[in-house]
């Protein structure tokens, strides 16, 4: 068979379903011949960014694939493997390459050179009857160790080769790294000791879909949680033990309890320094968890630490740290609780007048606890935007099923949540999947909302229109007074309806719950839905420093 064909029945037997991408790519039409779903973007970032979202929502389970051209594909395709390195999300990248005898020719683009710090597995195919080992290699990487995207480029002469009948190549396995029985002890050890233990649990509980194992640990404990922006919905946040999810804008209980904590214990978490996450206090006792040994002590010193799947290790110190306990809590849960829920009602309390203000142009914090409460959260799957929509949502949406929230930043590209609710909504196509974005993020992929139509992806987009770059508003003072640097603008609910989606453009406050409950009716009716809200320059946040 030809490797095109190869890469197809390969692809078949991974479980691909259905193959995001952009043409020219001889792949796409091999796929469409092996009955797996192509689906064409608008461009090649969104694709990545919908793939990223199917390995996300699935734990990796169902690993997302992409395919694009040589040269302007691979090229224009970057931002979304970088994005998805940065948030170490397992996708599986397939470019064409040059022809071999001028791959390495300047100014060709060579994606196995130029990818090779983006990735955690690059390859170039360089003869036909590889492919079959090229993506063994790529998938045994993709679904194993710490996620993160893997590439394999197949140079254009390379296609039409010959891959020797029968195809040998069956489905990867799947392996889950077991802790060190010693560091779980020193670990479960420093835990029972702790008097104000807080549990941070990243994106690693998400892949090893150890909530439940995190909550038993957090229950047995009585420790409060709080989560990264990538591990938010992990825990319950209506969870008397939870105090909300990190980010740059968080609950006021997340701050205080670290801050007021002697033990803080990272589960499946990096602890990467990012304005997108909150910084460690100092001065506390780390005990840091993760699946790859390249994040320990990188940006935060941690003492103890402890290597392996979330879920392994999580059930590894529920055994001793039940066996230090006697299999019972000590009964502090009351009075840890109690400051929880104190503190969140007066937190709450100052917000509540922007969260339900009535002006005009709308207040986004009025938009967002709208939506909030208007959806069937459980069976809702939102994400945010880069810029002011993400913080002004994060902190306020309480997400109470696993999976339910897509939180990312690690690096923030505007227009990233679209693909990623789009994604969401092909992963799982009974929820309801929402992107909140501002006026500036669908300047960057706001084109493949007629991806979403012509794909039949019924998402509800819901916009934050302030006619502005509010959030550089104050470092672009200058350039906003004399030439008006932050301005943007644009009529988004008729592009919506230009497309054939369905658009509304909402600018009364007593509009917005009743718009949100047509929009999701006309997603139930297979239609794509963007509400623009007209909101006004808003840039408080609830930042605590
Ligand atoms: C690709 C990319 N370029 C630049 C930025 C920097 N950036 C972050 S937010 C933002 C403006 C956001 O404006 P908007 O989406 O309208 O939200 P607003 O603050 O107005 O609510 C910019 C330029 C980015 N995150 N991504
Ligand atoms: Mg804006």
């Known amino acids: 068979m030809k490797a095109v064909a190869a890469v197809a029945e390969i692809l078949k037997r991974e479980g691909t379903t259905f193959l995001i991408g952009y043409p020219v790519n001889p792949i796409i039409e091999a796929a469409a011949q092996a009955d797996i779903r192509t689906i064409i973007v608008r461009q090649e970032r969104t694709g990545l960014h919908m793939a990223d979202a199917v390995s996300r929502i699935t734990s990796g389970q169902k690993i997302g694939v992409f395919t694009m051209q040589h040269g302007p594909g691979s090229e224009n395709a970057f931002g979304g493997v970088a994005q998805a390195y940065g948030d170490s999300v397992p996708i599986v990248v397939l470019p064409g390459g040059y022809p071999r005898r001028i791959t390495n020719i300047p100014p060709n683009f060579n994606s196995f050179i130029n990818y090779r710090n983006v990735t955690?597995?690059?390859?170039?195919?360089?003869?036909?009857?590889?492919?079959?080992?090229?993506?063994?290699?790529?998938?045994?990487?993709?679904?194993?160790?710490?996620?993160?995207?893997?590439?394999?480029?197949?140079?254009?002469?390379?296609?039409?080769?010959?891959?020797?009948?029968?195809?040998?190549?069956?489905?990867?396995?799947?392996?889950?790294?077991?802790?060190?029985?010693?560091?779980?002890?020193?670990?479960?050890?420093?835990?029972?000791e702790a008097e104000r233990p807080v549990i941070y649990a990243g994106q690693g509980v998400h892949y090893a879909r150890a909530w439940q194992q995190l909550r038993e640990l957090a229950e047995l404990l009585e420790a409060p949680v709080t989560t990264s922006l990538e591990g938010k919905s992990a825990f319950p946040e209506t969870h008397p033990l939870s105090l909300g999810s990190g980010g740059r804008s968080i609950p006021k209980t997340v701050y205080e309890f670290l801050k007021n904590s002697d033990v803080i214990f990272g589960i499946g978490c990096s602890f990467s320094t990012t304005n997108y996450g909150v910084t460690m206090p100092k001065g506390k006792i780390i005990v840091h968890s993760t699946v790859d040994s390249a994040d320990l002590n990188k940006d935060v010193v941690a003492e103890h630490a402890v290597i392996g799947d979330a879920g392994l290790v999580l059930e590894a110190l529920l055994a001793e740290v039940r066996d230090r306990l006697k299999g019972k809590p000590r009964g502090r849960k009351a009075e840890v609780t109690r400051q929880i829920a104190t503190m969140k009602a007066e937190w709450l309390a100052q917000w509540m007048p922007k969260l339900t203000a009535k002006d005009k142009p709308l207040s986004p914090y009025r938009v967002i606890w709208d939506l909030l409460h208007t959806v069937d959260v459980a069976n809702t799957i939102i994400t945010h935007d880069a810029g002011s929509p993400r913080d002004q949502l994060s902190p306020f949406w309480e997400s109470t099923e696993p999976l339910t929230y897509i939180g990312w930043g690690k690096t923030t590209q505007l227009g990233y949540g679209l693909g990623l609710a789009m994604g969401a909504k092909l992963a799982k196509p009974d929820a309801l999947c929402i992107n909140v974005w501002g006026d500036a993020a669908i300047g960057f992929t706001?084109?493949?909302?007629?991806?979403?139509?012509?794909?039949?992806?019924?998402?509800?987009?819901?916009?934050?229109?302030?006619?502005?770059?509010?959030?550089?508003?104050?470092?672009?003072?200058?350039?906003?007074?004399?030439?008006?640097?932050?301005?943007?603008?644009?009529?988004?609910?008729?592009?919506?309806?230009?497309?054939?989606?369905?658009?509304?453009?909402?600018?009364?406050?007593?509009?917005?719950?009743?718009?949100?409950?047509?929009?999701?009716?006309?997603?139930?009716?297979?239609?794509?839905?963007?509400?623009?809200?007209?909101?006004?320059?808003?840039?408080?946040?609830?930042?605590?420093?």
């Not at 080992?133 to 296609?159: C, H, S, W």
């Not at 396995?173 to 010693?182: E, F, G, K, N």
């Not at 906003?480 to 640097?485: L, V």
């Not at 917005?512 to 929009?519: E, L, T, Y």
Request: glycine share 6%; charged share 30%.
């Open 120 to 192: 955690k597995w690059c390859e170039q195919v360089v003869v036909g009857d590889a492919v079959p080992d090229a993506m063994r290699r790529a998938f045994t990487q993709v679904k194993n160790g710490r996620p993160r995207p893997v590439l394999v480029e197949i140079p254009v002469d390379v296609y039409q080769e010959e891959v020797p009948e029968p195809l040998s190549y069956k489905m990867t396995p799947r392996t889950r790294v077991a802790p060190d029985p010693d560091a779980v002890t020193e670990a479960a050890r420093i835990l029972v």
């Open 446 to 545: 706001g084109m493949d909302f007629e991806t979403a139509v012509r794909e039949r992806i019924p998402i509800l987009s819901i916009l934050l229109n302030n006619f502005s770059m509010a959030i550089e508003l104050p470092i672009m003072k200058t350039a906003t007074e004399k030439y008006r640097s932050t301005d943007i603008s644009g009529h988004y609910a008729d592009m919506a309806k230009a497309f054939g989606g369905y658009g509304e453009r909402i600018t009364e406050p007593g509009d917005i719950i009743p718009a949100i409950k047509r929009g999701i009716a006309k997603t139930r009716e297979g239609i794509p839905v963007l509400l623009e809200f007209i909101t006004e320059k808003e840039i408080n946040f609830s930042i605590f420093k």
